[in-house]
Structure formats: C-alpha cells, structure tokens
C-alpha cells in the first residue's frame, strides 16, 4: 500500500491538497494517480497541480472552480496566490 501525502477532493478536481509539506523534488503521491515531483515546496494543507493548468484556465477544487490561473502551471507546482487569482477580480 503507497503512502499517501496529497488528497484528490473530487476526481473533477486538477489540484490535490498535500497533506503534509512536501520538499521540491520528492514525490506526491495520490490514492487515485502515479506519483510525480514536487516542482516546488509544497506547504501542508496548500494545493499542488496534478496537470498543465493554461494562463486563463480553471482551477478547480471540490469539483468547483476555485481561481482563475495567471501564469502556466505545470503539474507538481504549488498553485498559490502567486499564480492565481479569484474569479470575482476579473
């Protein structure tokens, strides 16, 4: 059985949240997809790209967009306020 460190709310969601910090470069690893690197530290409780989230594009947490991506976001890079933003800005 593989030790889960990151938590897939709803299977619509492109984020998981870690559930412990995660160090750039180790894995993360989810009950429902392969493992892949941290691209970056991911804090406890902060959410970490499971896939390539476009500049525009959703982000989508509980099944529900969340925010908004301001930059390209690559899978296993820490999705924070740093490259998104809330939908109610735009």
């Not at 492109?14 to 750039?24: F, H, P």
Request: charged letters at 25%; one cysteine or more.
């Amino acid at each position: 059985m593989k030790k889960v460190n990151a938590l897939i709310i709803n299977l619509e969601d492109n984020v998981a949240i870690a559930l412990k910090g995660i160090s750039q470069g180790k894995k993360v690893i989810t009950s429902d997809r392969e493992p892949f690197l941290a691209l970056n530290d991911i804090p406890c409780s902060h959410k970490v790209a499971l896939i390539h989230i476009p500049k525009e594009g959703k982000v989508v947490k509980y099944g529900e967009t969340i925010a908004i991506a301001k930059t390209n976001i690559k899978p296993g890079e820490w999705v924070h306020i740093h490259n998104v933003e809330s939908e109610v800005k735009r």
